[in-house]
């Protein structure tokens, strides 16, 4: 199978589809995986470290047209709709429910999408409940930051007050 990483473009998105050991175990299994250049630099994997690990590096284009499945972190954006063809699979986090439109993207070019969100094993959800945990522990601080800022804004407290 040809397996294509595009670099993610979500606002904000930093994370990459595949590491390079995963190319590399990807590989050992006779797959091809093609990493569009630059797609690791945001999560530390430069482009070297795909090429040592077997992967062909490549222009989105490129990537796109030729891979058969395509392994994202997030789902495709609008600026990507153009770049999925038809018969193609996208295997990501996609959150379908509140997106009527990339919804329909998929079922018009007939793609098979594979979400991380819905994938189980023995009644758990093993690519959720990781995300799931971190975002639960990340939320009372983020919280308490944004508390702190408000209260601040709203009750200005000089260090003479302590």
């Given amino acids: ?25 990807l590989n050992q299994d006779g797959h091809t995986v093609l990493v569009e250049t630059g797609a690791g630099e ?3 994997f430069p482009d070297e470290e795909y090429r040592k690990a077997g992967a062909d590096m490549t222009d989105k284009h490129g990537l796109f047209e030729r891979a058969e499945l395509i392994v994202k972190v997030k789902e495709p954006v609008a600026e990507e709709y153009g770049f999925i063809r038809s018969e193609q699979a996208v295997f990501t986090y996609l959150h379908l429910a509140p997106n009527r439109e990339l919804t329909e993207v998929l079922l018009r070019k007939r793609v098979t999408g594979i979400a991380y969100e819905t994938l189980t094993k023995d009644n758990s959800l093993p690519l959720l409940s990781p ?3 971190i975002a639960g522990r ?12 408000a ?11 302590f």
């Fill in 1 to 25: 199978m040809i397996i294509g990483v595009p670099k993610e473009i979500k606002v904000e998105e930093f994370r990459v589809g595949i590491t390079p050991i995963g190319v590399h175990d």
């Fill in 42 to 44: 945001g999560s530390g």
């Fill in 131 to 133: 995300m799931s945990e």
């Fill in 138 to 149: 990340m939320a009372p601080l983020m919280g308490s930051y944004y508390l702190n800022l």
């Fill in 151 to 161: 209260r601040k804004r709203s009750f200005p407290v000089s260090s003479a007050s």
